[in-house]
Every structure is written in C-alpha cells, then in structure tokens.
C-alpha cells in the first residue's frame, strides 16, 4: 500500500510521520501530481492559516489536484478546514468538497461560558458514523487545537462540543476530514489513523 502526505506550506507533517510510524505504515511526503495521483490513500494534514495556505496550494495547482482525487483522502485540522466551501479566517475560498462553512468561535459566547480561544487540548467526539471511527465508543478523547470550526452539516460524521455543537468530522465520497489531530490523540488516533488505512 502506497500512502502519500501532501507537501505544503502547513506544519504538523513530522508529527503524522511518526503516528504512522508508530502503527507499521511508511508514507512519502510530497507535492508533485503523477506521485499524489497514484498513491492507494493520501492524508492532507495541516497547521496554519487559511488564506495562506490556499494561496500556496493555487500556486502549485494543488487544489485542482486535491479536488479531483479518487482514492480515500483524509484532511486534518486546516486540512479539512480547506477542504471546506469558505472560511472566515481572512475571507478564504477554500476547495469546496465538503458544503460546509467554516467559523470564528464567537467571542461573546466564549465569554460567557468562560471558554479560551483557540481550543487547546482534549475534548470529546460523539455521534460517531462511518467506518472511520470503528471500535471507537461515544466521548472519546481526542486532541484539538484550533480557533475556527466547521458548521455542522449533511457531510458531519462526528461532532464536538465547545462554544457550540460543530463537526469534529466530515466525510464525504472519498473524502474524510477530522478537526482534531490523531497524531496527538494517543491510542483513539492510532485506531482512526488504523482505520484510514483500511477504508
């Protein structure tokens, strides 16, 4: 099985290599088309800023590749941010596979509840659908760190709870996007990395 990370201009990709060091699987890490195009999965992670990132991916012509990919991707954290229609952060068109909108936590609302932004640490996934998340039970535990979130949606596979109900997970087609980071996630992000490589 030939797993592909994408190559770009957006952190955390030494921390995917070494989860998936850490389940037996080896992935190559780049940005060129003929090699994204064959690989049997492709994971898309990310950590950064929106706009950023999207100028970087039109560029290369990245995201008419990302758009067009048959085999199962899999988006994390900004990865499956940008895989979404638009986000508020700087007013980004993003890639458009999943309908759904992504949002500024709202500051009065975090206020109110006390809440710091971005989230940072651990918090719970539930309504929990798809083969991505076998063996897995309701509430458990995973690592986020992110200001911005996904509305829920027609394409949500999981949801979080801070400030307001939103989609932790999208799937749709081909395509899968978690908001947290299974790198960071201990033995719930090694099973989700685990059943990836399955689908």
């Not at 195009?37 to 706009?51: L, N, T, Y």
């Not at 499956?80 to 309908?99: A, K, P």
């Not at 509305?151 to 395509?175: C, M, Q, R």
């Amino acid at each position: 099985m030939k797993l592909v990370i994408i190559k770009y201009n957006a952190g955390n990709i030494q921390s995917v290599l070494y989860a998936l060091e850490r389940i037996g699987v080896e992935a190559l890490v780049t940005d060129e088309e003929d090699l994204i195009r064959s690989a049997d999965k492709v994971i898309f992670p990310g950590v950064g800023e929106a706009s950023t990132a999207m100028h970087y991916l039109r560029e290369r012509g990245l995201d008419t590749l990302i758009k067009n990919l048959t085999q199962p991707v899999l988006g994390i954290c900004l990865g499956m941010q940008l895989m979404c229609d638009y986000s508020e952060e700087n007013d980004t068109h993003c890639l458009g596979i999943f309908e759904e909108q992504v949002k500024k936590f709202n500051p009065d609302a975090q206020l109110q509840q006390h809440l710091k932004v971005p989230q940072i640490g651990w918090n719970t996934i539930y309504d929990l659908k798809t083969g991505l998340f076998n063996g897995l039970n309701n509430n458990s535990y995973c690592y986020f760190v992110h200001g911005y979130y996904a509305a829920k949606g027609t394409h949500t596979i999981a949801t979080t709870d801070y400030v307001i109900p939103y989609s932790s997970a999208l799937h749709k087609n081909n395509f899968y996007g978690v908001q947290f980071h299974p790198e960071k996630s201990a033995a719930i992000g090694e099973q989700i990395l685990k059943n990836f490589i399955k689908i």
